[in-house]
């Protein structure tokens, strides 16, 4: 399984990006698929996710309103739309896959329970 993250780059605050992931080697359908972040010396947490079918996201609390997960099935590829950006969303920003059996509703934001993940794109907001 491979998943290519991309769309990251440098940004004024209040500004907006869009990251994409494509993935291959599974059918993508069938897994749920998260985005997570790491800022420098800090652990990976979790940003968004959105189940299989498209119809259920969860977001991280500092992000609801400004982002949105979005999937396309057919393209197999996951989309963050990342809007009014902030010097704290600067980070690099990895996708990942939860693969059945899916993780409990109490355990999304942990980037324990997924099992494939993206090599990361950089995000840089500055103010």
């Known amino acids: 399984v491979q998943l290519q993250a991309s769309g990251g780059g440098l940004v004024l605050a209040g500004g907006s990006l869009r990251l994409s992931c494509a993935a291959s080697g599974r059918t993508f359908s069938r897994d749920s698929m998260a985005w997570f972040r790491q800022a420098q010396g800090k652990e990976r947490a979790f940003v968004a996710r959105i189940m299989m079918s498209g119809g259920r996201t969860y977001y991280g609390d500092s992000v609801k309103g400004r982002f949105t997960i979005s999937r396309d099935n057919a393209k197999n590829t996951v989309y963050l739309q990342m809007n009014s950006l902030k010097p704290e969303d600067t980070a690099v920003y990895y996708c990942?896959?939860?693969?059945?059996?899916?993780?409990?509703?109490?355990?999304?934001?942990?980037?324990?329970?997924?099992?494939?993940w993206g090599q990361g794109t950089q995000v840089t907001v500055s103010s």
């Open positions: 990942a896959a939860d693969t059945p059996p899916f993780a409990i509703y109490s355990e999304i934001p942990y980037a324990r329970n997924y099992d494939y």
